[in-house]
Structures are given as C-alpha cells and as structure tokens.
C-alpha cells in the first residue's frame, strides 16, 4: 500500500495528500490520506468532498478558486469528543494529540473557505445541504 501511495504522490496522481503520525492501540503508526485525481468525476458538474485546509487549497488552485465552494464544517470540542467516543476505538492520547493538531491546522480557516457552518447538532447536515443546494 506504501509503495503504491508513494508512486502516486512521485507520480502527480493526487490532488492533496497528508502524513499523520498517531498513536493507535498505545504504539506510535504513520497514516496516510491522499485524494486521487483520478477519483474525482470532472465529467459532473458538481463534486463534493471532504478536505483539510491545504486539501481545500490544492482543490482550489487545481480547478480554480472561482470553480469551487469551501464551507468550514466546525465542531466544539465537547461535540467532537462524544461524536468519537460513539464511533469507537476512542484513545484519549490519540484524540488529545488531534484536538491539538486541529486547533493549529484548522486556525486560518477563513482564509480558504467562503462558509462557515457549525455543526453540534443534529439539524446540521440539513444546514450543509440547504447551503450548498443555494449555491448551485
């Protein structure tokens, strides 16, 4: 799977990728995540997913920031903490070295997206959908 992630990314095959070093059943592991170019369906004329900031920009300088919509999905910490406790698998060192990490890559966020949404209930997802279905 390495190997076939670190020849995309030579390759120029991903739209945005990321490295995480996490802890995961108390032993330090290295995560992957990329988008593949691939993957998105530029034949449709609308496209969603999900990204991180730096993912956002790549979208943006790939398809042109005037192509795409950026909407910040936000989550006290309270709500995220629950929402990953249901979700199993909680490992409070793990999400503690997350919320940390969030704070600092998510800080500028309205530097890259046009939307903010907060999302602590859940009506939200009705919110993100009215949204986005407006600027379409």
């Given at each position: 799977?390495?190997?076939?992630f ?26 992957y ?22 993912g ?27 929402r ?18 969030d704070?600092e ?13 907060e ?6 997802i ?11």
């Open positions: 799977y390495l190997s076939k670190q020849s995309m990314i030579e390759n120029g095959e991903l739209l945005e990728y990321r490295q995480y070093n996490a802890i995961h059943n108390n032993e330090p592991v290295t995560w995540y990329g988008t593949g170019k691939e993957s998105i369906n530029l034949l449709s004329s609308h496209y969603c997913t999900v990204l991180d900031l730096d956002a920009k790549a979208a943006q300088q790939y398809f042109g920031k005037e192509n795409c919509i950026t909407i910040y999905i936000d989550a006290d910490e309270n709500t995220r903490t629950l990953a406790k249901q979700r199993g698998g909680f490992e409070l060192e793990e999400w503690e070295r997350r919320l940390v990490a704070k890559d998510f800080k500028n966020y309205e530097e890259v997206c046009e939307y903010y949404i999302n602590n209930d859940e009506v939200s009705d919110k993100i959908v009215e949204v986005i279905r407006g600027l379409l």
